[in-house]
């Protein structure tokens, strides 16, 4: 479906603004499945234990349909309290979301299928990339560089910032109308 640039975006799934959504927040079954099951303990261990999480899997199903195919197309998981899971803990469980979302993709040049986007002490004038300094970004559409870019991009944060460090979502849609 084609639109014209002197059209106005109607479908409240295209052009949305943040009043429009929510988050998709995990269930005290899928949850008590975490807290029951042992958790792989590395990435390579996480395919072969999918089978042992069928509600984190329908969970992620019912994410995956309600929000990124028939929502808006992107959303947020809450419901991993950092009391409760530790860091390695809630790693392996992204991962584990990811491979029940498709099959990953690299990252990078260097293969890496988990990038970690942290301070390293590096700045954009020296040649760093910002997802290696604590300098501020610019909008931007991630994947742009791949000849099939991937359908689902996800993100974990592990260390909120104490101050700046938000990420911003926006509709290419809402900004057109």
Known sequence: MAIQLDELVKDRNLAWDASTFGAYILSEDVLSELRRNNLPK?????VPALENFPRLGEAINYFNRSYLKEGLGFGTIKGLSPKE???????????????????????????????????RGKTMEAGG???????????HTDSVQWDHPPDI??????????????????SAHSIHN
């Open 42 to 46: 590395n990435f390579h261990e996480v």
């Open 85 to 119: 899971f530790s860091k390695d803990q809630q790693r392996i469980i992204y991962w584990m979301m990811c491979n029940f979302l498709g099959d990953p993709l690299v990252q990078n040049a260097q293969g890496d299928l988990v990038y970690e986007v942290r301070d």
């Open 153 to 170: 991009l996800g993100l974990l944060c592990l260390h909120p910032a104490m101050s700046g460090g938000e990420s911003v979502v926006v």
């Open 129 to 139: 990339r910002y997802s290696e300094t604590s300098q501020g970004g610019v909008l």
